[in-house]
């Protein structure tokens, strides 16, 4: 996804973006560029106007949009869909982890801000 991003960034300054121009923006930002996904999404998408990409990328999730996303689960088989209510019993054992005060760190090593 980085490299499409990276290549819409780039066609909307209206020239046709390269694989440089990836690596430049995604350089910018440090993230490593590796060439030869660079080329392929360079490729793939040259001559497309980013309204139709970014239209056609739409369509193809639009079923999980207009659903709210809880579509998949109930579409799934039954299998799949009990191990999902195992990961939402699993869920509050780790918000009470969460809930327990922290122990306080001897890392000032007896001196406090303000003595």
């Known amino acids: ?18 694989a ?3 690596e430049k923006i995604l350089g910018s930002v440090g993230v490593d560029c590796d060439a ?5 999404v360079v ?3 040259s001559g497309k106007k980013v309204e139709d990409v970014v239209s056609e990328g739409l369509e193809k999730i639009g079923g999980l949009l207009s659903s ?5 689960v109930a579409a799934t088989s039954g ?18 982890k ?4 922290e122990e306080e760190s001897d890392d000032d090593m007896g001196f406090g801000l303000f003595d």
Not at 98 to 101: G, I, L, V
């Open 98 to 101: 969460a809930a327990e005060p």
């Open 43 to 45: 490729d793939a998408l």
């Open 1 to 18: 996804m980085r490299y499409g991003a990276a290549y819409l960034l780039a066609a909307l300054s209206g020239s046709s973006p390269s």
């Open 20 to 22: 440089k121009d990836l």
């Open 36 to 40: 030869a996904l660079a080329k392929q």
């Open 79 to 96: 299998g799949a869909a009990a191990s999902a209510g195992g990961a939402a019993a699993a869920a509050p054992k780790a918000e009470e």
């Open 68 to 72: 709210g996303g809880g579509g998949v």
